[in-house]
């Protein structure tokens, strides 16, 4: 089968985007790893299926598979990509999209200079649903690594994430730290992870260990579940620039029950073909 592909990032976040609508596509874990490849195949960190939505109320749906072939829920820095493809394909000439993903519905305007704002609706804090193994919900909770205890805020942005704050992100311990926290037994369906510096009340750095990728040069989703916890903590104001090693996101939440919105650049790097 020879399918058309674009390459795109957000911040270095690099996708493998698939026009499902005008072609037939029949992905599988190892074909997706394939494209993932960075020696055998395209090479992404995460590969986004386009289609169409299944709901009347969305525009498309759009698939979201990380580089170890699984299927997840929800990918901030994708969305805006997304949000670029489907025009740059002429798939719509919308400017405000309705997305259906695994994680419910997601609003995105593109905005001027290859930007786009995505509407990720109100983060989850219960346990149960981020899903994190806990007897009651709390801002923060301690967790156990081989006989170390952190301290961390669990939240779900649709996907899961785990957040550590830290003193100084260079030296933050996210190769160590970061596998062993993605298959906590606490997290039965693996856990993002981010490391948050706090610089003042509008802004931060962060990195993220991504579920079934490794660290990334950004991660969306992860912008906002930092947010999100730095927020229930008392530490930043509702609006705060996160840098993140590929450059820097605006994220903005006025707290619970609110949605957090997002905003950031989108590259297309080049499109082309590939065998699968
Ligand atoms: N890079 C993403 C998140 C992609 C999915 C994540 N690795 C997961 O497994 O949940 C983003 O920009 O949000």
Not at 89 to 95: A, M, P
Request: hydrophobic residues 40%; neutral net charge; contains cysteine.
């Amino acid at each position: 089968m020879r399918v058309k592909f674009s390459k795109m990032h957000g911040l270095g976040n690099d996708f493998v985007m698939l026009d499902g609508i005008s072609q037939k596509i029949k992905l599988t874990p190892e074909k997706i790893r394939r494209l993932a490849d960075r020696c055998l195949g395209v090479g992404c960190d995460q590969v986004l299926l386009v289609e169409s939505p299944r709901t009347p109320e969305a525009d498309f749906r759009y698939r979201i598979f990380n580089a170890d072939g699984s299927e997840v829920e929800n990918c901030g820095n994708g969305a805006r990509c997304f949000a670029r493809f489907v025009r740059e394909r002429r798939l719509t000439g919308k400017k405000r999209l309705r997305v259906e993903t695994a994680a419910g519905i997601l609003l995105l305007k593109v905005l001027d200079s290859d930007r786009v704002s995505v509407d990720l609706g109100a983060p989850v804090l219960e346990p149960e649903q981020i899903p994190f193994s806990a007897d009651r919900r709390a801002d923060s909770y301690p967790l156990e690594i081989n006989h170390e205890t952190f301290t961390i805020g669990a939240v779900s942005m649709g996907n899961p994430h785990a957040v550590l704050l830290v003193e100084d992100v260079t030296e933050a311990p996210v190769d160590r730290l970061g596998p062993l926290l993605e298959c906590h037994p606490r997290f039965p369906q693996k856990v993002n992870v981010g490391f948050l510096q706090i610089d003042s009340r509008d802004e931060a750095q962060l990195r993220v260990f991504e579920r079934g990728v490794g660290e990334t040069r950004a991660c969306g989703t992860g912008a906002c579940a930092a947010m999100v916890y730095a927020h229930l903590r008392g530490l930043v104001n509702d609006e705060v620039r996160i840098q993140l090693p590929g450059g820097a996101l605006t994220i903005h939440w006025s707290g619970p029950g609110q949605p957090v919105t997002m905003s950031g650049p989108t590259t297309t790097v080049f499109h082309g073909q590939i065998i699968l």
